[in-house]
């Protein structure tokens, strides 16, 4: 299940080697994905072999090879799970990112309105997203809105906070001199400040990205039929460590997938990124 | 004439103000049922009437997550630093890391509920997993932002490692640090509370779960704000220390 993600982004730097694309950038990738599938590898290794050597019992940590015996027995179950899952993460998360980038500039150019609803967001941050998931779903309905609707819930803030964080670490010499050129805000804001910004809002998007899986998983948890939040929840009323970790090998995968493709996203816009 | 209060708090408090005044004033004026949105005034009402029962749980919760974050952070924090003084255990520990933080928090808690039981040890367990990760991740970007010519520099002088570490790479790290510090504390809060509504023997969560089930939204409600308002004190708290820590921004 998990090679052809890992595969996907592996052969595109490949392909366009030739490109204008900084070849530092390309062998960074290209190895980073290697590294991964060398460690989930290793990962798997290790979990079989301890599970055998050390007589693990299942209760705890079922072996490897019977997890995905399980997911191979009904994979239509852990399929439809994993793609609604992903769609409404993915709903809440591009939401989420929209609007936390808006109002992160939207606050750095208005700091009164800043001050008067920066605290009120912080103190929305704190409301137990799970309690609300009951008002949520009562609100909107069981439908895969009222998931997104959480997702985003979650991802927005953390985005808001490091775009007004990145905004404000511009240095001020630079926008003096770029105004002493005559650059509108429009241009200081999209030449300069939204450039120094985006190392700081693509960790918030990295973070965003699970941040709205956790979202999507929750959500799911107060009631659903589909959705790998259900699958976790009924195999933990079961007590079925098998199907338990079956489940979690599809977060997992799910999480690696989304978590990738932000990072991946991040090297090539950001390669002057502050990576050494 | 100096203003008693700053100019941002008076903002701040104008904000909250009209939030409140303009919920009671929906909530009353279109006499909205208690499942959509009941007034303030009956949530803090229900606040009061519930005290007793309400600082317990919120009691339970806040222990949870604090030991949850001091342990979570020390492991983040730790982590990070490790992984930069030692480059070579980076390439391993980061994708490792990465993978392991690739499933979403809080998919654990019914494993962690399976191990450790119903009991508290199960939320410190996941207060100081979610908190971990969030916290090795910002202080990595943190230690990583350093000037490589500082480096270089200060590497000339004769500065040993330790000496870096300690004198360039920490104070240029403490800005992003405390972003991850101050996000953290909504989160640890979050995750216990949440923790608890799968499971637990005593909570906030387990009053919100009970509050559902019954049916009872003004009680949800109720423990909605304590569980918001000990998050908050929290949050108040580590951007306090922050403030004195990081006094140069």
Redesign the interface.
């Given at each position: 299940m998990s090679s052809p993600p890992l595969s996907a982004p592996a052969g595109m730097p490949v392909a366009r080697a030739a490109s204008a694309l900084p070849r530092l950038a390309t062998g960074g990738a290209l190895r980073s994905v290697l590294r991964v599938a060398l460690a989930v590898l290793a990962v798997g290794i290790v979990w079989e072999a301890a599970v055998v050597l050390l007589s693990i019992q299942a209760h705890y940590l079922p072996r490897l090879s019977l997890v995905l015996q399980a997911i191979a027995a009904t994979p239509d179950a852990y399929w439809s799970g994993f793609v609604r899952t992903l769609s409404e993460a993915l709903m809440g998360f591009s939401a989420g990112a929209v609007f936390g980038i808006g109002i992160g500039i939207l606050f750095y150019r208005m700091p009164v309105l800043r001050d008067m609803v920066f605290p009120l967001f912080i103190v929305s941050q704190t409301i137990p997203v799970i309690a609300f998931g009951a008002l949520v779903v009562l609100w909107f309905g069981n439908t895969m809105l009222a998931k997104a609707i959480i997702a985003f819930y979650v991802t927005f803030f953390p985005v808001t906070v490091n775009t007004l964080v990145g905004l404000r670490s511009v240095d001020p010499r630079q926008v003096a001199l770029m105004r002493s050129f005559g650059a509108t805000r429009g241009q200081l804001m999209r030449q300069l400040q939204f450039p120094t910004a985006l190392p700081q809002i693509f960790v918030a998007l990295r973070l965003g990205a699970s941040l709205s899986l956790v979202g999507a998983i929750v959500g799911e948890w107060f009631g659903d039929t589909t959705g790998l939040g259900v699958l976790l929840l009924q195999a933990m009323f079961n007590e079925n460590a098998v199907g338990l970790w079956a489940a979690l090998l599809c977060c997992a995968v799910l999480g690696t997938l989304f978590y990738g493709v932000v990072a991946f996203i991040e090297r090539r816009l950001v390669f002057w990124g502050a990576e050494q | 004439m100096k203003p008693m209060i700053p100019?941002?708090a008076q903002?701040?408090i104008?904000?909250?103000v009209?939030?409140v005044a303009l919920w009671e004033g929906v909530a009353r004026g279109f006499q909205l049922p208690a499942?959509?949105l009941p007034a303030i005034s009956q949530i803090f009402g229900s606040i009061w009437d519930m005290r007793t029962v309400l600082a317990r749980a919120a009691g339970v919760t806040v222990t949870e997550a604090l030991v949850g974050y001091a342990l979570g952070a020390l492991i983040g924090i730790g982590g990070a630093i490790w992984v930069t003084m030692a480059p070579r255990v980076r390439?391993?520990v980061l994708?490792?890391a990465?993978?392991f933080?690739?499933?979403?928090?809080?998919?654990?808690s019914?494993?962690v509920?399976?191990?450790f039981g119903m009991g508290m040890s199960s939320k410190y367990v996941m207060v100081a997993l979610a908190i971990a990760f969030?916290l090795f991740?910002?202080t990595l970007?943190g230690l990583?932002?350093v000037d490589?010519r500082s480096v270089d520099l200060m590497r000339s002088f004769g500065a040993s490692r330790l000496a870096i570490l300690w004198r360039l790479r920490l104070p240029t790290a403490l800005?992003l640090m405390f972003?991850g510090l101050r996000?953290a504390t909504?989160r640890s809060?979050?995750i216990a509370?949440?923790t608890e509504?799968?499971g637990a023997q005593a909570g906030?969560?387990l009053l919100?779960y009970q509050a559902?089930v019954q049916v009872d939204?003004v009680q949800?409600w109720a423990?909605?704000f304590v569980?918001?308002a000990a998050?908050?004190l929290f949050?108040g708290i580590v951007s306090f220390i922050e403030r004195r820590t990081v006094f140069w921004k």
């Open positions: - | 100019l941002a903002r701040g104008l904000g909250a009209l939030l499942y959509t390439g391993f994708p490792a990465t993978a933080n690739s499933v979403p928090v809080i998919a654990w019914p494993l509920l399976l191990w969030t991740l910002s970007s990583d932002r490589r800005p972003a996000v909504a809060v979050l509370v949440v509504m799968l906030l969560g919100i559902v939204f949800v423990a909605v569980a918001s998050s908050l949050f």
